[in-house]
């Protein structure tokens, strides 16, 4: 059913950090391998934007609010992706997405950053 799975979300004070962790319950290995990941944020009131991609074989690309904050990484033992976020401000709270080859049906977790 292409769902995935987004964890890691919470409450944390400006200058915190957190790690999101997304999975796809019942991909096999190899598609795990050689599927372009992305992360996604849908902040209050806005549309969703991309904050991180990792395409096979390519660049890993942030957005410039993110960038050099926000590391997108994955394990391809455990077929898990991630998103480390450091000092992290009130801006980037959100609901964070993530997308895994064509698997991108999950709900989300929140991020909320207090000042």
């Known amino acids: 059913q292409m769902q995935v799975a987004e964890s890691g979300g919470g409450l944390v004070q400006a200058g915190g950090s957190l790690r999101l962790t997304c999975a796809a319950p019942?991909?096999?290995?190899?598609?795990?391998?050689?599927?372009?990941m992305s992360w996604y944020r849908q902040p209050p009131g806005k549309q969703r934007e991309l904050v991180a991609s990792?395409?096979?074989?390519?660049?890993?690309e942030y957005a410039d609010s993110v960038n050099g904050r926000f590391t997108i990484s994955k394990d391809n033992a455990k077929k898990r992706m991630y998103l480390q976020m450091n000092n992290l401000k009130s801006e980037d709270t959100a609901v964070y997405y993530c997308?895994?080859?064509?698997?991108?049906r999950g709900q989300g977790t929140q991020v909320t950053v207090s000042s």
């Open positions: 990792m395409p096979t074989g390519g660049r890993t």
């Open positions: 997308s895994i080859g064509s698997y991108n």
């Open positions: 019942g991909i096999i290995s190899s598609v795990f391998w050689s599927s372009d």
